[in-house]
């Protein structure tokens, strides 16, 4: 199948930080992609939609001012978490599908983010 | 919210088939079932999908019921690398704008 990228894996930052998260298709051109947060022992949660060139579409109770999403090409997306609190740690996972492949979804390894 | 209900958790012997049942009594029509597995700390990895035949490719098998209200994802010979959580899945909206909306997932212990 095919491959999604994030970068960085994990990430350690002060609290009041924005940390920024990066998501590619590694061998597709990505027309949507999705961001999901996983707190521990408890499933995904998606948090945003996004086309590539259009705003992310966010789910209910998801702050877009806190969470900004961009999705400038048909390879990357970007999550940046603004004034990060600790409650904010979380294994962010990214997830991206094609116009030829639009049947699957394909996700990427996630990343951790710990805020002290 | 989550169209399926899984049972939390299930295990089966290294060898044989692991067997993991989905109700989604919800389903609409045009709706498909997707199945994705998750490893401790990674992303989740596609398995399969289907609609109302039943499927089967190199990793399982998707038998979905008549009614399409359940389905039952199969592997043949579990081995211990498939011990994960497994989420059952219904595709929401169209081919070019659907989300897919995990539920709570099964967790599969393969012994040895």
């Known amino acids: 199948g095919a491959v999604v990228s994030q970068h960085p894996s994990w990430v350690i930052c002060k609290s009041g930080t924005s940390v920024k998260i990066e998501c590619r298709s590694l061998d597709f051109q990505a027309t949507t992609m999705f961001w999901y947060r996983q707190f521990p022992k408890q499933s995904l949660m998606l948090m945003a939609t996004s086309n590539e060139g259009s705003k992310a579409t966010y789910e209910q109770g998801v702050e877009k001012d806190k969470f900004l999403i961009n999705h400038a090409s048909l390879t990357l997306s970007t999550l940046t978490v603004t004034s990060a609190h600790p409650e904010d740690s979380s294994f962010y996972i990214c997830s991206a599908r094609g116009r030829l492949f639009y049947n699957e979804q394909f996700f990427g390894p996630g990343t951790r983010l710990t805020v002290l | 919210d989550a169209k399926t209900t899984q049972p939390p958790s299930m295990d089966c012997a290294e060898g044989r088939a692991a067997n993991l049942p989905c109700n989604h009594s919800?389903?609409?029509?045009?709706?498909?079932v997707y199945w994705y597995r998750q490893i401790h700390s990674q992303g989740p990895q596609y398995i399969i999908h289907g609609l109302k035949n039943n499927e089967t490719n190199e990793m399982a098998s998707l038998i979905i019921t008549e009614d399409r209200k359940s389905s039952t994802l199969i592997l043949p010979h579990a081995t211990l690398r498939d011990t994960a959580v497994y989420y059952c899945?219904?595709?929401?909206?169209?081919?070019?704008?659907?989300?897919?909306?995990f539920g709570s997932g099964t967790r599969l212990l393969v012994r040895p």
């Open positions: 899945i219904v595709r929401v909206g169209g081919d070019s704008s659907y989300k897919l909306i």
């Open positions: 919800t389903i609409s029509g045009n709706e498909y």
